[in-house]
Each structure stands twice: as structure tokens, then as C-alpha cells.
């Protein structure tokens, strides 16, 4: 069992690429599996402070000695991932795409535009969904990453490579996307969902790995959930960024925006439901809790346990209401930081 895979416990943009990168380096891992469409931007900070933000590649591309894959399970938007390739600078022996990946065409973009999915659901109009839904029609028209010239470089058969690294004992990491309330399978909230399970068995699927191979789950939650601007659907206990920076003590503005579309994010205070259904279904040995400092600002990027006491306060009161341990809080962009040592 050499395979973890990292799962959001809410709504998506819990911090699942800087806790992808993280365990990466912790495990030692030898690869990271990015599964799904470009429908999500994950980010991470480099040693020397540059922010990345990917939409398709893991957030472990800007570590040269990592190998990146884009399984079976992967939808591509070929224009954004040759940019992403270009700023993280990650060469052919570092990127393996599997053959059967699905390109995403211009003409599944203005499919999902011409349907008001935006306006219906908080779509961010990527192209995925309308991918997802060609595969399963099983039709003529569909390209694949073999068919597309430009990705000849990285193309071979993932399936093969990720069981070669299993049998030879080495670490992979699945960074799955989104979160587990978005699943339009497993959570109560269809239609405001996106078109692909958000689970961690899902994510296994996607990227041609078996049950039998994982070690970990790690799910990522955050102390304020949030959800994609407009009517993306139900946020139990929403507030606002303002209500947010004030409670904190934060002298700056909190409000963030979307990785995908730069939309402002919706925000709420924690409500323990979904992370619960979550935990039910994913089963996670490992979770982690991001955006802390929102809740004391005083903590901001600290990597030192203890914490100030509405801190520690806040996680025993989480991990109560979800009837499990917190294993690791996130201060910050750029830290994590297990909650025992």
C-alpha cells in the first residue's frame, strides 16, 4: 500500500495542492497523480516565494524531482496546460500523460457557455463537464492526448508506470480536485454540483489505481468554507470577508477569489454536515485543517505548536463536531504544521 490520496471534505479550495505538495515531500513520494478537468486551480508557493497556480498539472510540477502524471482520468485543455508547462518549467522526463486522456475542445467550451450554466449553477464554464458527457455518450469526435501532436513528448501508458512504481515500493500521491460536497454522486446538494465524483474512490478510478494500493486518505477541510460567486448552491452559516477579517483580527483584506474564473468565493462559518458525510464516505486517517489564522490572525504562517488559545479552542471544537482528530492545522499559504509532536 504506497498510494495517498487527497481529498477536499467541503466545497472545493480547501488547500488541497499546497497539502498535495506537502506530503509529496514528506512521503518522499516519487510521483503525483492531478486527476479531472480544468474546472479547478490548485496553488503553491516555491521555496524562493513564487506563487503558482495550476489548473491541470500538481502542484508538485515545480519540484524537478517528482514525476507528474495526468492519468486516463484527466481532461486537458491543451492551451492551458502548454502554459502551465512553460511557467513551471517541467521537462518531458517529468510529465507522463497517459494516451487515453481527454482533450478538451473549444467546442465544449461554447457548449457549456450556450447552456447558461454560469447563471444556473456557478459553472466555471470549463469545458470539463461537457468532456465528461461526450465520453459517456460514447460518440464519434472525441480526441484523445495520442491524437494531439503538441503532447507527443509526454504521452506512455500511466497504468503501467504507476503499478511499476508500486511494485518497486515507491510513494504516489493522488491530488484529487474540488470537494466532496460538490460530488454530484455522493452529495445531497445535485444540481449544484460539478460532473465528476469528488470522492477519494473516485479519484482512484480516475487515475487507474486499485483500493488495494492506498495507504492514506487525507482530507483537507478549512475553517471558513467557501463556495464559487453566484448561484453555486446551498452554503449553510454563510457570512461575509468582512465579518470574517474583523472576528480575525486581521489588519488586511481577507476576500479571495476563484483560482479559475477570479470570481469573489462565497464564504461561511464551519458547519460540521458536510465534513461528516464526507468522513462517512472517504474514511480519512489523516485530516488536515487550513485557514486558521482566519479564525486568530495572530498565527499567521506560524509553524510552532501551541497555538494562541482561540485556536486551539477552535480545532477541539471542530474535531468534536465531526467526531474526529485534526492531525494537522495550516497557517497560512505557505504552512502546515502537525497539531502533535
Known sequence: MSVSVVVGGQFGSEGKG????YFAQKLKAT????????????????KDGVEY?????????????????????????????????????????NLKIDSHAVIIDQSMINEESQSNLREKI???????????IRRLRRIDGLTFAKDCNALSPYITDTKTLMRGFLNDKKHIIIEGTQGFGLSPINSIYHPYCTSRDTTAAGFLMEAGLSPFDVENVIMVIR???IRV???????????????????SGSTINLTEYTSATNRIRRVAEFDAEVV????????????????????????????????????????????????????YIGTGKTTIIPTRR
Not at 499546497?18 to 505538495?21: A, F, G, I
Not at 510521483?31 to 516555491?46: C, P, Q
Not at 486517517?285 to 487550513?290: D, R, T
Request: proline share 6%.
Open 223 to 225: 475553517a471558513h468554507p
Open 53 to 93: 497556480i495550476f489548473r491541470i498539472l500538481p502542484t508538485a510540477a515545480i519540484d524537478p524531482g517528482i514525476t507528474c502524471i495526468l492519468p486516463s482520468g484527466s481532461y486537458i485543455d491543451t492551451k492551458i496546460l502548454l502554459s502551465e508547462i512553460k511557467v513551471s518549467g517541467i521537462l518531458p522526463e
Open 276 to 327: 461528516k458525510a464526507a468522513v462517512q464516505v472517504n474514511k480519512p486517517n489523516i485530516i488536515v485543517l487550513n485557514h486558521v489564522d482566519y479564525i486568530d490572525y495572530s498565527c499567521h504562517n506560524s509553524d510552532r505548536m501551541p497555538m494562541p488559545t482561540t485556536v486551539e479552542d477552535f480545532v477541539k471544537e471542530i474535531s468534536a463536531k465531526i467526531d474526529n482528530g485534526i492531525d
Open 31 to 46: 510521483a503525483v497523480v492531478r486527476v479531472g478537468g480544468t474546472n479547478s486551480g490548485h496553488t503553491v508557493i516555491s
Open 229 to 247: 460567486g453566484g448561484k453555486s448552491g446551498t452554503l449553510p452559516n454563510e457570512t461575509d470577508w468582512e465579518s470574517i477579517k474583523k472576528s
Open 18 to 21: 499546497k497539502v498535495s505538495y
Open 122 to 132: 456557478g459553472s466555471t464554464l470549463s469545458g470539463t463537464g461537457a468532456a465528461v
